[in-house]
């Protein structure tokens, strides 16, 4: 038997993913993009990512950028805490194997932008 065959876990994923704007895109009126959080299953950051940015094309939206954050236990580890009801986002995106935006803030033109590495 094949090790490669071998079935790896899917995880959920934190990932912010910035938009940009796109004719019936849904964002508020003057907005020059958005920020959305975002929690992904995947069987590592790389699928969450893929599935991320498909789903969202899908909604009639155009990521431009994607930052990770890792895992739940990535980011404890980190020392982030993790509020109950974010806990319960990233579970039900593991049970339903699904991508939940979890938040949305519109940019407007004076963020900075050109802060990504």
Do not use: W
């Not at 991320?52 to 909604?59: F, H, S």
């Not at 995106?93 to 803030?105: F, G, P, R, S």
């Amino acid at each position: 038997m094949n090790k490669t065959t071998k079935s790896r876990k899917q995880q959920v994923f934190t990932l912010l993913v910035q938009v940009g704007r796109k004719p019936d895109d849904g964002l508020p009126e003057g907005a020059t993009g958005a920020g959305l959080m975002c929690y992904a299953s995947g069987v590592d950051e790389a699928e969450a990512v893929r599935e991320t940015v498909a789903v969202l094309k899908q909604a009639g939206l155009a990521p431009l950028d994607v930052t990770g954050y890792g895992t739940a236990e990535e980011r404890r580890a980190q020392g982030h805490e993790i509020a109950e009801d974010e806990a319960g986002l990233m579970d039900r995106a593991l049970e339903e194997n699904a991508v939940i935006v979890a938040q949305m803030t519109p940019f407007y033109g004076d963020e900075d932008a050109d802060g990504l590495s």
